[in-house]
C-alpha cells in the first residue's frame, strides 16, 4: 500500500504540476458545448400596409430613409424592433415555443450586415427563461455566429455562441432564420 | 524517503487542486453571489412639456408613433435613451449615487415588455466604474432578471444577474425601479 | 504516523476538490490580459453634405433634433449607426484592417457621454472573426474602459476590457478612437 501511494504521488506530480504551467488561470479550452439547442425564428417586417401581420418595425432610419420602406442602399442605418414567433420546425404557422424579442439594425452602406441585441424568451414546460443575445451578423454569409452573452432561469450566466444561417428570404418582408445554439459556459446555482 | 514523499504530498495539493480547477473551464456551480448590492433609479420620460425634468427622451418610434407620446398599442416600437439618478431609498429626491444611463425599447405587441441596454455609473467614495446590464425585462412580471454582461474599474469584469421590481409607475411618464445586483463571477487583476 | 498521511491523502482529497469546486468558482484574479491589441478606429458622421464620405448616420433623436445636427445640448438622445475603417496607426488613409460596425448613442444632457454596442470585426491574414463590445463611454475622460462581452472565430468566448482615447475630434463630423484590447478570458476550442 505504501508503495503504490509513494508511486502515485511520484508519477502523477509533475505530470499535474506541468499542465498547471501550461493552463494559465484565464485560459478555458472547450471540448464542446455543455447545452445545444436548435430553433428557427420569423421575422415580418411592417410595410405600411401589414399592421396585423408584421411581427418587427423601422422605428430608427437615416436622413435619408423612411419608416415603411428600407433604406437605400442596402438598408443602412435602419433599425429594427422585433417580437417574432420561434418554432421547432421551419414552418411559421407552427406552434411558437418563445419569442425572439429585441432589435437589429444595419450597419454597412456597400454590403447588408447588421448588428443583433436580442433575447430569446421561453416560458413552456422544457425551459423556462431568457437567453440574451449580442453581435455582428454579416448576413450575407451562409452561416455566421454571434455572442450569447449571458441568460436567466433556466439559463443562468449562460455564455456561448449561436450560429445563424437565413432559411429563408422573400423580398424586404420575411425572413426566417435557423439559430444553432451552443453553450460552452453553464452554470448551477446550488 | 517517507518524509520527502509526506513534504511533497502537502506542498503539492493547492497546485493539484488548480490543475483541476483547470480543466472544468466551463461548469460553474455558485452558491450565492460574490458581491450583492441594492438601489433604485428613476426615469421621467420626456413628454413634450417637461424638459427641465426629463431623464429620458423616445428617440425611435414606429411609423405610427411619435417623439413626445407613447405608442399604442404597449409602447411597441419606442426605443427611449435615459440618464436617471440611482438613488440608496426610494425618494426621487435623495442624493444620487450614480447614473443609470442606457436606453430601453418596447418590443411587444400584446403586452408591456421592453429590452434593455444600459450601464450604471459610479464615481463615489463606496464605488468608482461601471456595471453594464443587457437584456429582456417583461415589466408586467413582479420581478424578473436581466443579465450583468461585464464592468469596468470596481467591477472589473463582473459578471451576474439583476432583479428588477417596479417599484412605482405613474402614467407614462415617471417610474421607479428597485434593482438588486447579484454578481456570480467577480474578478480581480493582481 | 504514516498510515496518518495516507489517510489524509485518500480522505481528504476528494473532500477539497469538491469544495474549491462549489466554493471559488465565481472568484477570478488575472495576473494580465491573455492577448492584447491597439488599434484606431476613424468615424466621419453624415451631416447632410457629405454622404459620400460618411461612416455614419444619426438613425435616432429626440423630439427636439434632426438627423443631421446633433441635438443640443450635448447631442443628447442622438443615435448613431456606424461602419467605420479600423487602422494600425492614426491614418484615417491607411488600409483598413478590419471595420468597427455598431452603434452608440448620447445618453447625458449635461455633459458629453455615450454609450456603445458594436463589433470589431477582422477578416485578413492575422485575425478571422469578431469581437463584440457594450458600455458606457464617458468620452470627455482621457480613458475610459468598455466591456468585451464576447467573441467568434479567433476570438471565440473572449471576454475582457478595452481602453479608449479619442485620439482626434474635429467638430462634430470627425473622430477618431485609440483602442487598447486587452482579453483576460481567452478560450480555445478543442
Given at each position: ?31 464542446g458545448p455543455?447545452k445545444e439547442m ?107 455566429d454571434?455572442?450569447i ?11 456561448g455562441i449561436a450560429t ?16 444553432h445554439v451552443k453553450l460552452y ?6
Open positions: 500500500m505504501y508503495s503504490f501511494n509513494s508511486l502515485f504521488t511520484i508519477l502523477c506530480f509533475p505530470f499535474l504540476l506541468l499542465s498547471i504551467f501550461a493552463h494559465e488561470s484565464y485560459t478555458h479550452r472547450a471540448r455543455c436548435v430553433f428557427y425564428f420569423h421575422d415580418i417586417i411592417y410595410n405600411g400596409e401589414n399592421y396585423k401581420n408584421a411581427t418587427s418595425a423601422i422605428v430608427g432610419a437615416p436622413e435619408w430613409g423612411n419608416r415603411t420602406i428600407m433604406s437605400s442602399p442596402n438598408n443602412f442605418g435602419d433599425l429594427i424592433v422585433f417580437d417574432d414567433p420561434i418554432t421547432i420546425d421551419n414552418n411559421l404557422h407552427s406552434p411558437s415555443i418563445g419569442r425572439a424579442q429585441g432589435m437589429y439594425f444595419y450597419d454597412q452602406k456597400d454590403i447588408f450586415s447588421s448588428w443583433l441585441g436580442f433575447s430569446f424568451v421561453f416560458n413552456n414546460s422544457d425551459y423556462k427563461g431568457s437567453l440574451n443575445f449580442a453581435g455582428h451578423d454579416p448576413l450575407m454569409n451562409k452561416t455566421r454571434i455572442s452573452i449571458g441568460g436567466t432561469g433556466d439559463f443562468f450566466m449562460a455564455r445563424l444561417r437565413t432559411d429563408a428570404f422573400e423580398g424586404s418582408v420575411y425572413f426566417r432564420l435557423h439559430v459556459e453553464c452554470w448551477k446555482l446550488l
